[in-house]
């Protein structure tokens, strides 16, 4: 068996064979991040049989995934490490300083000493997923950034009217009108009947004509002052706001069909949403890499950071909050799910409460819990029965 270290970079990379007794075959075959240079490298290695050959490389997002799906897609074994993985090896020998040529040699020899899991084609839909869950987050946060400004310039248009409706400012009929008619003044300007046909027809009948006139005089009352800048910001921010909402909209989708197609056992827990799904899927990737639950804690910074000296132990640690904040984030949520839609979470987490514990500490030792079932599940590859896992 020969195991080939690739140290991935932007333009180039650089390759590193060893044979499963040590020995260097070559090292330090560098070439493009092309397809001339992927070429170049199979080339280099034609005379070993695929299946003698276990490609080696960094998980560097976006860096490596062209190469991973080049060669998976040519039937190569490939295998991913964890960074941190080859960091500690490098240091194990004494030396603490990055190299990229040294550092191609360093993957292939660590595999001679440790596990590896090759990558399956589950592990590509994984990468999918992560990336779908990480432009989800992305438009999201750019929807939230949107309505913040919205409130900030309508405080200076037409300050009273988010205190007018139950559902405040953010529905389909506040943006229908503003997004045409962005200032108090243009709204007191308004005929009742143009009004109540706006709103109406826009909230599935909900606002009458009775919620048309409580605007309208407010409007002309309001102490908000016209500025056209403003309201163009305005009409802007609405149009972006709606585009937001669409691509949200079609992203789940491509999370839904990948979910619908992987049948991921996991789905089976109390409270997961497809959403939160998708983000632990692709956050862990294939559940090999970690060899115990408290390895996947860590890996989602949800371990605890120790604090220690001499015979001083804190009596409290907070979470280390290394690792992926994405799956983080998505157990945390995933777990306040599982405390209102199952009684064993629910006991648990009344359990943690009853013994002092705050909200959030009761909720991170939940999340802790929800970790050792989430590896289990997708370990013995079974669904989710409250009376065996908890």
């Known amino acids: 068996m020969f195991f080939l270290g690739i140290d991935i970079a932007k333009l180039n990379h650089v390759a590193s064979l060893v044979s499963d007794n040590g020995n260097i075959v070559f090292s330090n075959f560098m070439f493009k ?83 590896y899991s090759l990558v399956t ?37 037409f300050p009273e009217l988010q205190y007018l409706l139950p559902s405040g400012i953010h529905s389909k009929a506040v943006y229908a009108l503003l997004k045409k008619y962005p200032s108090s003044e243009e709204i007191a300007a308004l005929g009742i009947d143009v009004l109540t046909n706006i709103l109406k027809t826009n909230s599935r009948g909900h606002f009458c004509e009775k919620t048309a006139y409580i ?17 163009f910001h305005i009409s802007q921010l609405i149009s972006s706001i709606e585009l937001l909402e669409e691509q949200i909209r079609n992203t789940e989708k491509q999370i839904n069909a990948i979910i619908e197609k992987l049948k991921p056992v996991i789905l089976s827990i109390p409270g997961i949403s497809n959403v939160a799904c998708a983000c632990i899927l692709g956050e862990i990737g294939n559940i090999s890499r970690f060899r115990s639950p408290s390895k996947l804690l860590a890996f989602a910074g949800l371990d605890p950071k120790v604090r220690q000296s001499g015979q001083f132990r804190a009596l409290s640690c907070r979470m280390s909050k290394r690792g992926s904040k994405y799956l983080r984030y998505s157990l945390i949520y995933t777990a306040w799910n599982a405390v209102r839609n199952n009684e064993v979470f629910s006991n648990y987490y009344a359990l943690k409460r009853s013994q002092g514990k705050n909200h959030y500490k009761a909720l991170g030792h939940v999340a802790h819990k929800l970790v050792r079932v989430i590896y289990k599940l997708m370990k013995d590859n079974i669904s989710f029965d409250a009376e065996q896992l908890i």
């Open 33 to 115: 991040n092309s397809l001339e240079g992927f070429l170049s490298l199979i080339d280099k290695i034609k005379s070993i049989p695929k299946d003698d050959i276990v490609i080696a490389l960094e998980f560097t997002g976006h860096y490596s995934d062209n190469f991973v799906n080049f060669f998976f897609n040519r039937k190569f074994n490939v295998t991913l490490v964890n960074p941190s993985n080859v960091a500690n090896f490098r240091k194990s020998y004494g030396r603490d300083s990055k190299n990229d040529r040294i550092d191609s040699i360093n993957i292939a020899k660590m595999l001679l000493s440790r596990e």
């Open 215 to 231: 605007i309208k005089s407010q409007a002309r009352s309001s102490v908000g002052f016209e500025d056209i800048s403003l309201s």
């Open 121 to 157: 084609q589950s592990d590509i839909e994984y990468l999918s997923l992560k990336k779908l869950n990480r432009i989800r987050d992305s438009l999201v946060k750019q929807k939230s950034k949107c309505k913040i400004l919205l409130t900030r310039n309508l405080d200076s248009i």
